[in-house]
């Protein structure tokens, strides 16, 4: 099963390379990792997909929370929460097509990051994995140049927050 473990941590220098080393040691795959600052600026936030039975993602949490610069843990896959993931894709761009994919990405709300209408377009996209996933899909019929999304990063819904309190 898929499991999304958002995980606080000290920001210093080498904590991505000891979470990193935790799962390559013990032969578990990262599917994605998006590690940015939070509010308080000596805390960074992690949001870290993997898969793995109950037992599994068990056995990683404890294994997390043993690392000295990791503050809190928490595997948000059995709570009520949202995962988006962000899309930049850049599509050759002729007078032919260049109608077509500004409508497409209207379509879907892509956002136009640069429009060189001879040459080339950069959309921006953020949503759900499968909305990402079928808007690739309907590019098909266009030269695409070059393609980069995030992963998923993940927060509960509701009131609480995952916070150093």
Known sequence: MRHTITI?????????????????????????????????????????????????????????????????????????????????????????????????AEEVRAKVIEDAADSYIILELTGQADKLDAFISSLEAYHLIEMTRTGPLGMRRGARGFTLD
């Open 8 to 104: 606080l941590v000290e920001n210093e220098f080498g904590v991505l390379t000891r979470v990193a080393g935790l799962f390559s040691a013990r032969g578990y795959n990262i599917e994605s990792l998006n590690v940015a600052p939070t509010l308080d600026a000596t805390v960074s936030r992690m949001t870290l997909v993997t898969r793995g039975d109950e037992r599994v993602i068990e056995q990683i949490k404890k294994q997390l929370n043993k690392l000295i610069p990791v503050i809190k843990v928490e595997d948000i896959s059995h709570e009520v929460h949202m995962e988006r993931e962000m899309l930049l894709v850049k599509l050759q761009s002729e007078p032919g097509s260049h109608d077509a994919i500004i409508a497409l």
